[in-house]
């Protein structure tokens, strides 16, 4: 245990220095926005694009990893939406919000500092494929799904067509295709820019884990609504074990690219999501008390899903296990 809290405490502590700092200062959220340029712009694509273009293309075409967190994912949603919308008598801009809290984490901020400060670099390339196609389905599923509530600004049909140019263009997309091109043609950029993504992936955590501090600290907190505990009851708990179960029952997938796409699952929801409110002016302030709440339990329930990958404590085979206990019950 002693292992795994060496491992969470400096991830956590950076957060929470960034907290501290937004709580003291109160800095108005404009000026945050450098920071966010460099970690979004510069410190997390130069990570992606060293670790991916050193990467066998082979380790890069694991279509079969990238469908099944992807379902992962998408069920984790729909768990969430759907509970939302019976809650919510059907108001589908509201429940589409709702499920983005139990279903899309902090897959850019949180995700690959952490698989690779508990996995080592070997988990870069995993975490970049859960990044980007999380990604891909979150900024694809929204707007059609905002669209069809009728609270998005453009027709169904326009929105179809403007999301590909949204997600391609996405600055850590770019830089993992970039880093497929790099290892499909086995290009290595000159020593002097080599140094440069060096220095850049080395501010990528401790940056980014910062300013997602400095940005929940910023996040108003105004009541606790009924609803916020079964959504991160889900995003915390429900997405990695699903997560889990799916590429345990898929199966032949490495144990570390297995344990990656857990710790993937059980980030807490994205700041992404109240930009996303905001923008569709759709449950703006109980998404952001959603990231708060979802951050602080996420210290609890990050560590220990910490604790049971990096102690190697998940069974290989659990769908065997499961089966087993029902067949025995049914005696």
Not at 39 to 65: C, G, M
Not at 188 to 202: A, G, H, K, N, Y
Not at 254 to 279: H, K, S
Not at 281 to 300: N, P
């Amino acid at each position: 245990m002693s292992d795994v809290l060496t491992l969470a405490l400096p991830f956590f502590s950076l957060i929470f220095l960034g907290f501290l700092a937004g709580k003291i200062w109160k800095k108005d959220k404009g000026e945050l926005g450098w920071l966010n340029v460099f970690v979004i712009y510069f410190a997390l694509p130069a990570l992606f694009f060293q670790l991916i273009s050193k990467t066998p293309i082979d380790q890069l075409a694991n279509w079969r990893f990238v469908f099944t967190t992807s379902l992962a994912t998408y069920t984790a949603f729909a768990l969430a939406f759907s509970y939302a919308a019976i809650r919510n008598r059907d108001n589908l801009s509201e429940a589409t919000i709702q499920g983005l809290i139990g279903g899309y984490g902090n897959v850019g901020y949180m995700g690959p500092p952490l698989a690779i400060l508990a996995l080592g670099p070997e988990a870069a390339v995993p975490a970049a494929l859960i990044f980007c196609f999380d990604v891909a389905l979150c900024f694809s599923l929204t707007p059609v799904m905002m669209a069809v509530s009728g609270s998005g600004d453009q027709s169904v049909g326009r929105t179809l067509i403007s999301i590909p140019g949204k997600v391609l263009l996405h600055p850590f997309i770019l830089a993992t295709l970039a880093g497929v091109a790099g290892a499909a043609w086995k290009i290595e950029p000159p020593s002097f820019v080599d140094q440069i993504l060096t220095f850049l992936r080395s501010s990528a955590a401790p940056c980014a884990l910062f300013a997602l501090g400095v940005t929940v600290a910023l996040q108003p907190l105004k009541r606790v609504p009924g609803e916020l505990p079964v959504l991160i009851a889900i995003k915390l708990i429900v997405h990695p074990l699903i997560a889990y179960l799916l590429l345990s029952w898929v199966g032949g997938f490495d144990r570390l690219w297995i344990y990656t796409g857990v710790l993937m699952a059980c980030l807490p929801p994205a700041a992404t999501i109240y930009v996303l409110a905001t923008q569709y002016d759709s449950y703006v302030l109980r998404a952001s008390s959603g990231i708060l709440l979802g951050t602080a339990f996420s210290v609890i329930t990050v560590t220990m899903f910490l604790y049971l990958v990096t102690g190697n404590i998940l069974p290989d085979d659990p769908i065997s296990i499961i089966k087993g206990y029902f067949s025995w019950s049914n005696r």
